[in-house]
């Protein structure tokens, strides 16, 4: 078993939902990049997802686009990225994927990349815009390295790519909330919960829903019906808003405020 799933598992035996969050690496440098990523994990978080800089995110908002060419403009790329997991590994077991496109890995190289994330420590990644029915080639490099890979399952899935996605992710299930780029929303999509059984009644794999969650309201109403929320660009915002100050004091709260709203679901 993955420690990604396993760490499902650990939750589920607490009564209690996993926190994903995401953070963009070398956000807002290097150093404090670093700083964030541990306080996260400080906070409590179950599952960390860790942003791979790219200049043409194309399924991210605004305040993800912002953070990437912060990253950018820092220097991290993937050779930096992968010292930055090594180093948080000094300190930290917290399961941890990286959430890339697809263009990255193919620059780098398929094999390159599954060695060098095994190597510093990564446990699988999320690749965007590659579909499961176009992924053969990099599963067939995954697998081996020991790297989950989570596919994305959106509003409009039909029941065959539902179960495709069952058959081919590692990990857990990506549950896109809404359609749309990525961003903090006001209120959680209508028919959410009905998505979020419809995944279930296909599956056994672990579903988490990301896209728009930003508050512990939204994570714990998110964590009575699915295993997991994750909280992304309002964790980002939270990183902008304090790069000049009391950065990791004010991710560790900010992150511990969500991981005590998935304690003690009603259901799931």
Request: hydrophobic share 50%; with cysteine.
């Amino acid at each position: 078993m993955s420690r990604i799933a396993a760490q499902f598992d650990a939750c589920r035996a607490r009564d209690e939902g996993a926190l994903v969050t995401y953070l963009m690496a070398g956000d807002p440098d290097a150093d404090r990049g670093l700083a964030a990523l541990r306080a996260v994990a400080a906070g409590g978080a179950d599952i960390i997802e860790l942003g791979v800089p790219f200049s043409d995110p194309m399924a991210d908002g605004r305040v993800i686009e912002q953070a990437a060419a912060r990253a950018l403009a820092g220097g991290m790329h993937l050779p930096e990225l992968f010292a930055l997991v090594r180093a948080f590994r000094q300190e930290y077991d917290t399961p941890l994927l990286l959430m890339t496109y697809w263009n990255p890995i193919l620059q780098y190289g398929i094999a390159r990349v599954c060695a060098e994330a095994t190597a510093a420590g990564v446990d699988g990644l999320l690749i965007s815009d590659l579909p499961p029915e176009e992924a053969g080639e990099w599963l067939a490099a995954a697998r081996p390295a020991g790297l989950d890979t989570i596919f994305l399952l959106a509003p409009t899935s039909p029941e065959s790519r539902i179960r495709l996605v069952a058959r081919a992710g590692g990990g857990f299930i990506y549950c896109v909330s809404r359609l749309g780029v990525t961003g903090a929303q006001q209120e959680l999509p209508p028919d959410l919960f009905s998505l979020i059984a419809r995944i279930k009644s296909f599956t056994d794999k672990p579903v988490a829903v990301g896209f728009g969650l930003s508050t512990p309201a939204q994570v714990a109403e998110v964590c009575a019906h699915a295993d997991g929320a994750i909280v992304g660009s309002a964790l980002v915002t939270v990183i902008a808003e304090h790069a000049e100050g009391d950065l990791a004091g004010a991710v560790t709260a900010f992150v511990r405020e969500l991981k005590d709203a998935t304690r003690g679901r009603e259901s799931a």
